[in-house]
């Protein structure tokens, strides 16, 4: 797998980068992505994907467990860090998030980067085990249509049709980009 990831190109989603780029690295085309308001995501995604703070914490509240990482691709390009990654529950290793992150590595403390490049915690976890000041923002909303390559990184059916995610942006106080991120949710069954 090469290093370099290619720059986003300009018929690209903006709202679904860095996940197109591992998409156009890997030569597969992007699946069918709607963006959506933020009330039109239905629940329970909307109380998971709509809001101000990090995923991490949000998702381990809501399945009442530990989250840990799981690798599907990685590269650095200069003090840029990015990786394709499953979120798994601790224990069972159920999928509960697939997505793409951009992390600017020159940004965080020599401790927090060397937790990002051990590759064992999601960023949520480490931005609290550091310490480390930060704001998420929500950037947009979507729906897409899952492909082959989402299927499989959530352990889905290939029947699986419309999943709901979102785009956001971790800053640092000065309002610099910690990372980029885009997060996918796989079907919620609720009793």
Sequence with gaps: MPDRLLPPSAAALPFVYPLDDFYAR???RLPNFERLAGE???EPYRSLLVHENDMTPTLERFHEAEIH???LGRAQREDSYFREVVLQLDGS???VEFGAIKVNLVLFSSKARQLILEE???LGR???ECDAA????AKAFFRVEADELICRALNLPQTTVALYGRRANIL???KRPLSEIVEILPPIYQP
């Design 26 to 28: 890997a030569g597969l």
């Design 93 to 95: 290793n159920q999928p």
């Design 69 to 71: 990482l799981k690798i």
């Design 40 to 42: 039109q995501v239905p």
């Design 172 to 174: 640092d106080p000065q």
């Design 120 to 122: 064992k915690l999601p």
């Design 134 to 137: 930060h704001s998420t923002v």
């Design 126 to 128: 480490i931005l609290k």
